[in-house]
């Protein structure tokens, strides 16, 4: 698996397990790798969710929305479970996976206190500019959630965004 790796033919999750390079790079090859690591009757969320829509770096994490429990790793990545009730229209089907809309998932990485600093603005960026989405709607949409956890958080983070954005 190294000498693959050294190749550019996979990328490793763990010691013994990868995927296949080819399949980081587009939007339903990401899909298909995520479905084989999030739990049945989860939807993946957050960095997963970003990792989906955009591309780059596998994320440390396996983040999914789900009101079950999970403590052993997967392929080497701990879950991380949001435990929370998401409207239809903020999820998207893609195959057998459950995965947050862009919008959605600007919304929850802006409101999410376990990460941050300019990585986690690149992210955000990075969704809101390949589907053509705004921090204006990603307030709009946070405006009308006002109990959303991190709200204040992602309030000011893509205010302070708009400014970027506008120029």
Not at 29 to 39: D, I, M
Not at 57 to 74: G, L, M, N
Request: net charge negative; glycine share 8%.
């Amino acid at each position: 698996m190294r000498w693959l790796h050294e190749l550019g033919i996979v990328i490793p999750l763990d010691e013994g397990s990868a995927f296949l390079s080819d399949d980081a790079g587009s939007l339903y090859g990401r899909a298909t790798v995520a479905s084989a690591l999030v739990p049945t009757g989860s939807a993946a969320c957050t960095l997963l969710a970003a990792w989906i829509w955009t591309g780059g770096p596998f994320p440390e994490t396996i983040d999914i929305v789900s009101q079950s429990h999970y403590r052993a790793p997967v392929h080497g990545h701990l879950i991380r479970v949001h435990n929370r009730n998401i409207p239809p229209d903020h999820l998207m089907r893609m195959g057998r996976l459950w995965v947050t809309s862009p919008q959605r998932t600007a919304c929850d990485l802006a409101c999410d206190d376990g990460h941050g600093g300019p990585e986690l603005l690149r992210i955000i960026s990075a969704v809101l500019h390949q589907h053509q989405l705004t921090p204006s709607a990603s307030l709009n949409l946070l405006a009308s959630n006002p109990r959303w956890p991190g709200h204040a958080r992602g309030v000011a983070l893509f205010n302070a965004m708009k400014h970027d954005f506008d120029s």
